[in-house]
C-alpha cells in the first residue's frame, strides 16, 4: 500500500509511551541541522533540554509545533526545507512509520 506522508503525519507527534512518561525530546535537532545553526530559528521552533541537546517543541497533545493540519487527513511541515536530520531519514513503510500509524488507527 502507499504511504502518503502529506495525509498522515503521524510520525510528526510524540508517541503514546514518550508521553506517558513525559519524555520531551522526541525530535532531535543537531549542530548539523540547518534549523540549528540558523539562531532565530532555533530558538523559535526548538528548546534546550537540561543536558544541552535541541529538540523540536512540541504541543501539549506531542504534536510537533511545526505541523500544521490534521493528523491523518491533510498535513504539511511549516519548515519543511529547514526540518531536522531525523525527520528527512524517517522512511515511509518502515517499522517507526508502521509504529506511529498504527499508534493514530492508520493501517
Ligand atoms: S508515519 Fe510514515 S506515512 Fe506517516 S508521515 Fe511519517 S513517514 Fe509518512
Ligand atoms: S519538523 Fe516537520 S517533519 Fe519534523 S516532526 Fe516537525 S512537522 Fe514533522
Redesign the pocket.
Known amino acids: 500500500m502507499a ?3 502529506q495525509v ?5 507527534r510524540n508517541p503514546r509511551h514518550n508521553r506517558a512518561h513525559g519524555i520531551q525530546d522526541y525530535v532531535d535537532v543537531v549542530p548539523s541541522d540547518r534549523l540549528f545553526q540558523r539562531r532565530g530559528l532555533r530558538d523559535r521552533w526548538t528548546f534546550r533540554a537540561p543536558e544541552g541537546t535541541h529538540h523540536m517543541r512540541l504541543r501539549d497533545d506531542g504534536r510537533c509545533v511545526a505541523l500544521d493540519g490534521t493528523i491523518g487527513r491533510f ?1 504539511s511541515c511549516g519548515i519543511y526545507a529547514q526540518r531536522p536530520e531525523v525527520c528527512r531519514k ?5 517499522p ?3 509504529e ?2 498504527a499508534e493514530h488507527g ?1 493501517s
Open positions: 504511504f502518503d506522508c498522515c503525519g503521524a510520525c510528526c498535513v524517517l522512511e515511509p513503510g518502515t517507526q512509520c508502521r506511529a500509524r492508520l
